[in-house]
């Protein structure tokens, strides 16, 4: 006699899915995308966090730019919450490619972007360059602190006055893109941070824009 039989499930989008059944345990083929959803849409309901099915691509988009942001914010800190923004971004990367999502970054490519965003500046800079650290206040990129050239006057390092850096806006599907510009303030704080201010509004919803690498290695 077989072993293997088979039921019909109704998934939370109405669905109904073709589950198999060996040994009394059941098993959901893992190419069925709606029953995946609704899996995930479970967990974070476990969470106290209610989302539909429209609703989960944005929402773990989300959960990456905040772990990328507070992992650029913390990063020196070696203890258990760098560690946790580390693996968080893997998961949600791989949760995403799992469900056809478009791709987050993980934590090597944040800092990889980090780093572009860099020398990007840099290239700007006629004369000798110093680094110095940075901090966003206020907007998309508020908290982040990252390492930006300055150029060295007096044996000192005066970062620009105006710092540009990727956003994007509205559905997740079909974003709006543009940058947000950050203006210095007159002097560092005491622990040495320059800190900047959105100098124009952005959209409501605007969010970072941390790219990941395509195929043929650009930032997509």
Aim: glycine letters at 10%; hydrophobic letters at 35%.
């Amino acid at each position: 006699m077989s072993t293997e039989d088979t039921e019909q499930v109704v998934t939370a989008s109405g669905q109904h899915v073709r589950t198999f059944v060996r040994s009394g345990l059941p098993h959901t083929p893992i190419w069925d995308r709606a029953h995946s959803v609704d899996t995930v849409i479970d967990a974070f309901a476990r969470g106290g966090t209610l989302l539909d099915a429209e609703s989960v691509d944005s929402y773990l988009a989300g959960i990456a730019d905040k772990a990328a942001c507070s992992l650029l914010r913390d990063r020196w800190r070696d203890d258990f919450p760098v560690a946790a923004y580390g693996e968080l971004l893997c998961t949600v990367a791989a949760l995403r490619g799992l469900l056809g999502y478009s791709p987050t970054p993980t934590a090597v490519e944040v800092f990889d972007w980090a780093r572009q965003q860099k020398e990007k500046t840099a290239a700007a800079i006629d004369g000798p360059v110093e680094d110095v650290v940075v901090q966003f206040v206020n907007g998309p990129y508020r908290g982040v602190i990252l390492t930006y050239p300055g150029e060295a006057i007096h044996s000192q390092a005066h970062p620009a006055g105006l710092i540009t850096v990727p956003i994007e806006w509205g559905d997740d599907t079909a974003p709006g893109r543009g940058e947000a510009r950050y203006e210095r303030g007159n002097e560092p704080t005491s622990e040495g941070l320059w800190r900047y201010r959105l100098v124009e509004d952005v959209p409501e919803d605007a969010r970072p824009h941390i790219t990941v690498p395509d195929r043929k290695g650009g930032r997509a």
